[in-house]
């Protein structure tokens, strides 16, 4: 089994996790509501995607 021969750093140990934080999803606002909404998802207050009806409003 290999077994490493030094201890591994703090700086090397985080150069390699830099790429692990999560990052904030995407918002943008719905054009008929204001809502703010996931970017190409249909609104859920209002039920528009792209200025055109695609499911009931939530009441």
């Given at each position: 089994m290999a077994v490493p021969k030094r201890k591994t750093s703090k700086t090397r140990r985080d150069k390699r996790?830099?790429?692990?934080?999560?990052?904030?999803?995407?918002?943008?606002?719905?054009?008929?509501?204001?809502?703010?909404?996931?970017?190409?998802?249909?609104?859920d207050s209002c039920g528009t995607y792209s200025g055109k009806q695609i499911k009931a409003a939530k009441e």
């Open positions: 996790r830099t790429h692990d934080a999560l990052t904030a999803p995407a918002v943008s606002t719905c054009s008929k509501c204001g809502e703010p909404i996931r970017p190409h998802h249909v609104c």
